[in-house]
């Protein structure tokens, strides 16, 4: 929903330091973010994954909007070797809100 979306592009401010979305997104300290949502792990070509996140990928991980929820609530949690130096969002609503912005730029 586009409300919910327009909220998450506010708390993606907290994400945009490392990650880019939208036509012409870079690859920073994150991958960029386009199509994340439920696109196996480690969807961008070319960027360094930690092991944690290259193993995850050869068992079939996949972001589905559960494991984005968890991992975005406490990523060190989820892997605890992933270089999102992120410590999480601590509220329900942002992260439901952020994964919709997500959505929202990328189909
Ligand atoms: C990975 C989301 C904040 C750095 C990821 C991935 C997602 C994500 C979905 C997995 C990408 C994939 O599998 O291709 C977010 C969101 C954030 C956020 C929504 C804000 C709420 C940050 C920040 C940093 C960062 C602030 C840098 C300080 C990274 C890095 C990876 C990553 C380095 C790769 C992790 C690894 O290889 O272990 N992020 N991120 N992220 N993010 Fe973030």
């Known amino acids: 929903d586009a409300d919910l979306a327009a ?7 907290k994400c945009a330091a490392c990650h ?7 690859n920073k300290t994150g991958p960029v973010l ?5 696109a196996p792990i480690t969807h ?6 930690s092991k944690d996140f ?3 990928h050869a068992e079939g991980f996949i972001w ?7 991992y975005l609530h406490k990523p060190k949690a989820m892997f605890p070797k992933t270089k999102m130096t992120f410590a999480g969002l601590k ?17």
């Not at 909220?7 to 401010?13: A, L, W």
């Not at 589905?64 to 968890?70: D, P």
């Open 7 to 13: 909220q998450g592009e506010k708390v993606f401010k």
């Open 20 to 26: 880019q979305v939208g036509e012409g997104a870079k």
């Open 34 to 38: 386009n199509g994340v949502v439920g």
């Open 44 to 49: 961008i070509e070319g960027f360094k994954y």
């Open 54 to 56: 290259t193993d995850a």
């Open 64 to 70: 589905t909007e559960e494991n984005l929820t968890a």
């Open 91 to 107: 509220k329900d609503e942002e992260i439901a809100a952020v994964i919709e912005y997500l959505k929202s730029v990328s189909q």
